[in-house]
């Protein structure tokens, strides 16, 4: 199974930009679809974007439509979350999470990272 790891999270002001790993192991990361999600304090958590194993398609959530890129990078088993002109409503806890190849519903994402913290200044 792969194992996921989050990194890169940190504290930003409105409009500006991060970008977040996902460092993948115990596996071979071109098989496995990762998603991004996020949980905000008093909220449900949020799929927000997902790219897929072998093709790489890519599906963003409208909410970060036009913002957000995902892409992966399979030599090095890591997958980018590249988040730009971030608000303060982008604040929360940033997880991966990885999955089958055609994964693209929350419920088929198995495997989770720690989570990492996006904090936007107001």
């Known amino acids: 199974q792969l194992r996921v790891v989050e990194s890169g999270g940190g504290l930003v002001q409105p409009g500006g930009s991060l970008r977040l790993s996902c460092a993948a192991s115990?596996?071979?990361?071109?098989?496995?679809?990762i998603g991004w999600f996020r949980q905000a304090p008093g909220k449900e958590r949020e799929m927000m974007a997902c790219?897929?194993?072998?093709?790489?398609?890519?599906h963003y959530a409208d909410s970060v439509e036009g913002r957000f890129t995902t892409s992966r990078d399979n030599a090095k088993n890591t997958v980018y979350l590249q988040m730009d002109s971030l608000k303060p409503e982008d604040t929360a806890v940033y997880y991966c999470?990885?999955?089958?190849?055609?994964?693209?519903?929350?419920?088929?994402?198995?495997?989770w990272g720690q989570g990492t913290q996006v904090t936007g200044s107001a």
């Open positions: 999470a990885s999955g089958p190849p055609g994964a693209t519903m929350d419920v088929d994402f198995q495997s």
């Open positions: 115990g596996s071979t990361l071109e098989y496995y679809a």
């Open positions: 790219i897929s194993g072998r093709a790489g398609s890519t």
